[in-house]
């Protein structure tokens, strides 16, 4: 894929970029590996100079947030009004690591049943960390790792999606003007078919990556095979399952907004509606009536609820997903039609009655279509949430205190929100099971994955 800045709104490509050579990569890795080494050997003061780096990054993403946010609505399609939070989110991280940072990475005494010996377990960095980033949140994705993997004491060598590297390059000058040292972070402009050479170059410790699961796979077994450590985000398909004692208005105002985020774009968008048949037709009118209000068009106009998807290309995986749908059985109830013009839009979108073996029910869905099911109890509905290969978030909407403990106990995934959509945060952390990935980001669990969890015993003579 071309490293290049193509405006999904108008398919226009406005700049292209040269990979780096084999060589230029290594001169980076040299460096990423020099700042590592130099700092390791004042772990204390560096981890304290980049704390107050970060929260110098969070006033510059702050002071900065429309510029950026119109380089990512440039890059990517999503509308403007989102990438400015984005950008709000991301300043949001910085400042929580700053200040609840250190304490995690603090050494822990051990308690001994005798006082012949002491022990502790320190929380070290481990060198250079490589971060394969997506597109749909170039700077989140990015931001919410570098944090936690640079304040620990690790240097980061960045390669974005190629379809974003304006914003890659953009989110290193940030890391240079907040006053990081050259080398903590860099942006690597390379293709894909150049990150194994990466993993695999003895100054490269880790990896993390959050994409797609063939992508998953494909950077999982290169870091296994090089016994290092990784943390996968992929994919998701997540339920949202209502249930009749919920706030039905509520929940299906809140599913249009949990399906559209990002213009359906989300790892994290609800994609599988889940609705017990005693409020399904209730539910339904109001979902589509939501659906229906939504505003497509040029992504920085403030008035747009729905930009274009990604690319031409997605446009047309998106839509043969709709197409097989139909095809298969299931009904169209919404949009479903790509429209005329330039760029790469598709409407909101509503399917129903789709049988089990259309692609819409077993794939990650990235755009604005929405799938509803009608299920007759809790048991049935749990099931159906379980019965893809994903597992990511849910989000489970009930009054009902046993049914709540009861979905949040067998649901399979890695989060579950009651009567929210899902959505990360810096606070907790954030991952998936099954084929959702491993590993986890943000949080405290977070800033732990690319320590060395090393443990000392000092024993009296
Ligand atoms: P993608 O095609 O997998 O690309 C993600 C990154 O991996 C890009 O930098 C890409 O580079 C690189 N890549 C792709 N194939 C690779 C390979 N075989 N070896 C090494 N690197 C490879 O995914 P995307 O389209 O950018 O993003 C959408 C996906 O990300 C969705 O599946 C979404 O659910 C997932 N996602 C997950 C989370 C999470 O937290 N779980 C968050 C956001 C997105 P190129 O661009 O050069 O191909």
């Not at 080494?37 to 110098?56: P, V, Y």
């Not at 213009?263 to 659906?291: L, P, T, W």
């Not at 509503?350 to 929405?370: N, T």
Request: aromatic share 8%; hydrophobic share 40%; net charge neutral.
């Amino acid at each position: 894929m071309p490293i290049a800045t193509t405006n999904p709104a108008t398919g226009e490509t406005l700049k292209t970029f040269p990979v780096l050579s084999f060589h230029e990569i290594q001169t980076k890795i040299s460096l990423a590996d020099d700042v590592y080494q130099k700092s390791f050997l004042s772990l204390e003061a560096t981890q304290k100079k980049r704390r107050d780096g970060l929260l110098h990054m969070a006033e510059l993403l702050i002071d900065q947030k429309e510029a950026l946010g119109k380089l990512i609505t440039l890059e990517m399609g999503k509308t403007l009004a989102s990438a400015i939070q984005e950008i709000e989110k991301c300043a949001l991280n910085c400042q929580y690591y700053a200040e609840n940072g250190l304490q995690g990475l603090n050494a822990e005494p051990i308690p001994l049943p005798d006082d012949r010996r002491r022990a502790e377990i320190r929380y070290l960095p481990i060198g250079t960390v490589l971060a394969v980033m997506p597109w749909n949140f170039p700077f989140w994705q990015v931001i919410r790792c570098a944090a936690p993997i640079l304040l620990s004491g690790n240097s980061m060598l960045l390669k974005h999606a190629s379809n974003v590297p304006q914003c890659s390059e953009a989110i290193e000058n940030l890391f240079i003007q907040a006053g990081f040292e050259p080398g903590v972070f860099q942006s690597l402009l390379i293709g894909s078919e150049q990150v194994a050479f990466v993993i695999q170059d003895v100054r490269v410790h880790g990896v993390t990556l959050t994409g797609s699961e063939a992508a998953g796979k494909s950077v999982g077994s290169l870091a296994s095979k090089s016994i290092k450590k990784s943390v996968l985000e992929l994919g998701g398909s997540d339920p949202f399952i209502v249930m009749p004692s919920a706030n039905i208005s509520r929940a299906a105002e809140v599913a249009v907004k949990a399906r559209m985020i990002c213009n359906g774009q989300s790892c994290i968008a609800a994609k599988r509606f889940i609705i017990h048949g005693k409020v399904y037709d209730q539910f339904k009118k109001y979902f589509i009536e939501n659906m229906m209000k939504i505003k497509m068009g040029d992504p920085m106009d403030p008035s747009t609820a729905l930009g274009p998807v990604v690319s031409i290309k997605a446009r047309e995986e998106l839509h043969s997903l709709v197409m097989d749908a139909v095809g298969k059985g299931g009904r169209l109830l919404l949009g479903g039609k790509i429209p005329e013009g330039d760029g790469s839009f598709y409407p909101a979108t509503v399917l129903d009655q789709v049988p089990k073996e259309a692609r819409v029910i077993q794939e990650e869905v990235f755009g604005p279509v929405a799938v509803l099911y009608q299920v007759a109890t809790l048991r049935e509905a749990i099931k159906v949430a379980n019965s893809t290969r994903f597992g990511l978030g849910a989000s489970f909407w009930s009054r009902e205190e046993d049914e709540i403990s009861t979905a949040t106990h067998q649901i399979q995934s890695g989060s579950v929100f009651v009567n929210d959509l899902v959505a990360s945060d810096p606070h907790f952390p954030f991952g998936g099971v099954k084929s959702s990935g491993y590993g986890r980001e943000l949080g405290q669990v977070g800033l732990r994955e690319f320590t060395n969890i090393k443990t000392v015993v000092n024993s009296r003579e």
